[in-house]
């Protein structure tokens, strides 16, 4: 998005991950770019946890940010030049064949519950809306190239593309755009971040869209990249099977989904044609209705 801060970032990191050794302890960088990034504190805090389940007496992971406003392309563009070992992107079949990833939706399919963020003062508007019918009638803001534009478009909801993100939310409080759909685990924190310079912004009341759509983690399909996802899969399988996958999962949304009020939310499903077959459905465990998310005691 900001060519500056590529060109920064092509220019002080290395390539990929890369190591230490000290007393026979080899540390092992693994870079993401997601350095600051609040929507992504979970899923790099997932990372953490399942690479400290794999480091042993020889060898130590360590999770390293950096710092980019790269745009979702841009991203893949560092992933594919070993600029980054690792990015966490929604599943397309595009990526499928691009990119190798861990088949565990990392947010358990949280990222398909939307809510949208609008101007305030068309709250009396959207409590009107019950349909998709009624949505073709609005036109939603994306980031351009996002996954879920072709989910809207598919479903007849005109979609306008904004290369910046920081726009967006300009756009929905001047009423340019009519709404911002975001996951629940974004909306809550990006509205408190953006209200300060768009008091016109508001989260809508009364409705929540729902799809099937999952974030996977993606690696290189190279030898280093496959190494990594391995090591990758097995710490998170091993959180799953010990419970710190749902434990992490709790800690970061319950709260979050409780604020939500989906219970007094009109339930919109739209159809995405677009996710490849080889999405996990049977592994139940794995995906989440957020009306069932319950806090499991830290005792």
């Not at 990929?16 to 693994?30: A, I, N, R």
């Not at 991203?75 to 070992?85: G, K």
């Not at 009107?128 to 949505?135: A, D, R, V, W």
């Not at 996710?275 to 499991?296: A, C």
């Amino acid at each position: 998005m900001r060519c500056a801060h590529i060109v920064a970032v092509l220019m002080f990191i290395t390539l990929g991950s890369h190591t230490t050794s000290s007393y026979g302890l080899e540390t092992v960088y693994v870079m993401h770019p997601y350095e600051g990034k609040a929507r992504f504190r979970y899923h790099v805090a997932l990372i953490e946890q399942a690479l400290d389940k794999v480091s042993d007496d020889n060898t130590y992971y360590v999770l390293k940010g950096i710092d980019t406003e790269a745009s979702e392309s841009l991203l893949l563009r560092l992933l594919e030049a070993e600029r980054v070992d690792l990015v966490f992107r929604p599943v397309t079949k595009t990526m499928e064949h691009s990119f190798l990833p861990i088949r565990i939706p990392l947010d358990r399919g949280l990222l398909g519950w939307r809510i949208m963020l609008i101007n305030k003062n068309k709250q009396a508007q959207f409590d009107q809306i019950k349909t998709i019918q009624q949505l073709q009638h609005l036109k939603l803001v994306q980031g351009q190239g996002w996954n879920d534009i072709l989910v809207y478009e598919f479903n007849g909801i005109p979609v306008f593309q904004e290369s910046q993100f920081s726009k967006m939310f300009s756009l929905v409080a001047s009423g340019n755009v009519d709404a911002f759909p975001r996951g629940i685990q974004e909306v809550f924190d990006e509205h408190q971040q953006w209200s300060t310079s768009f008091p016109e912004l508001a989260i809508e009341q009364s409705i929540v869209l729902h799809y099937d759509f999952v974030r996977y983690v993606w690696f290189m399909p190279t030898d280093k990249g496959r190494r990594l996802r391995d090591k990758v899969e097995r710490g998170l399988e091993m959180m799953i099977e010990d419970g710190s996958f749902d434990d992490t999962f709790n800690q970061f949304f319950h709260d979050t989904v409780s604020k939500a009020n989906l219970d007094e939310r009109v339930i919109i499903e739209l159809s995405n044609p677009f996710l490849p077959s080889s999405i996990p459905f049977k592994r139940k465990s794995l995906l989440i209705d957020p009306n069932q998310i319950e806090v499991k005691s830290s005792q």
